[in-house]
């Protein structure tokens, strides 16, 4: 089972990156998915989450308004597309299978994780 997330890169404050994260090896359907990200010397936090249909979104407040999740089912693929990005977004971007359809904002509700892809914002 693998999680590839795709789609960072450096870019200006204020633009757009739209991250890809493609599972294969299994289908997460029927799983809640989220991303996660860890900037240096931090701990890695929560960014969002989407239920197995896509039809529940839940993000954290540090992204809510800039941030959407999205997921295609039919392509085992999540979304996650960021609007507005600030440095302060800058982190290595993980994404994750849930252990159920919906999962929340906590590490441990993840049981598989993706090798995560860098997203750098300059001021």
């Known amino acids: 089972v693998q999680l590839q997330a795709s789609g960072g890169g450096l870019v200006q404050a204020g633009a757009y990156l739209r991250l890809s994260c493609v599972a294969s090896g299994r289908t997460f359907s029927n799983n809640g998915m989220g991303w996660f990200r860890q900037a240096p010397g931090k701990e890695r936090e929560f960014v969002a989450t989407i239920s197995w249909s896509g039809s529940s979104t839940f993000y954290a407040d540090s992204v809510k308004g800039r941030f959407t999740m999205s997921r295609d089912n039919a392509r085992n693929t999540v979304y996650l597309e960021m609007n507005s990005l600030k440095p302060e977004d800058t982190a290595i971007y993980y994404c994750?299978?849930?252990?159920?359809?919906?999962?929340?904002?906590?590490?441990?509700?993840?049981?598989?994780w993706g090798q995560g892809t860098q997203v750098t914002v300059s001021s």
């Open positions: 994750a299978a849930g252990r159920s359809a919906y999962s929340g904002s906590y590490y441990t509700d993840y049981n598989y």
